[in-house]
C-alpha cells in the first residue's frame, strides 16, 4: 500500500488548510485511515481517524471542532480539513492505513502503512 499526502503549506493563525491523502496499492476502503502529527523532538501524536464506512470519527482534544476528517472510498482519498489554525498545530501531518476497519484502535503500531508526510506550519 503507497499512500501520498498533500495540501500542507504556510498559513497565518486563523487560516484553513486541507490536507488529502490518496491511497494506491491496496484495499482501501475495508480500514481505517487516520492522521498523525509530530514535531522535532516528540512523539508522533494522533490527530484523528476514520472508520472504514465513514461513519464514525474521532479527534483529539486539540484539534476537535477545528478539524474534519472525511473520505472517498471511490477515489481511495481521506482528507483532513484543518480550520481556525493555531500556531502549535504546527507539524508534519503524517496519513496512515489502520490494521483494522473500526476506529477504536489509535496507537501508532495499529496502522501498518504510513504516508511521507506533509509540512503545515501556521505563523503568527
Known amino acids: 500500500v503507497q499512500l501520498q499526502a498533500s495540501g500542507g503549506g504556510l498559513v497565518q493563525a486563523g487560516d484553513s488548510l486541507r490536507l488529502s491523502c490518496a491511497v494506491s496499492?491496496?484495499?482501501?476502503?475495508?480500514?481505517?485511515m487516520a492522521w498523525f502529527r509530530q514535531t522535532p523532538g516528540k512523539e508522533r501524536e494522533f490527530v484523528s481517524i476514520?472508520?472504514?464506512?465513514?461513519?464514525?470519527?474521532y479527534y483529539a482534544d486539540s484539534v476537535q471542532g477545528r478539524f474534519i476528517i472525511s473520505r472517498d472510498n471511490a477515489k481511495n482519498m481521506v482528507s483532513l480539513q484543518m480550520n481556525s489554525l493555531k500556531l502549535e498545530d504546527t507539524a508534519v501531518y503524517y496519513c496512515?492505513?489502520?490494521?483494522?476497519?473500526?476506529?477504536?484502535?489509535?496507537?501508532?503500531?495499529?496502522?501498518?502503512?504510513w504516508g511521507q508526510g506533509t509540512q503545515v506550519t501556521v505563523s503568527s
Open positions: 496499492g491496496g484495499l482501501f476502503r475495508g480500514y481505517a
Open positions: 476514520i472508520n472504514s464506512s465513514g461513519v464514525r470519527k
Open positions: 496512515a492505513v489502520s490494521r483494522f476497519s473500526g476506529a477504536e484502535r489509535r496507537r501508532k503500531d495499529d496502522f501498518v502503512s
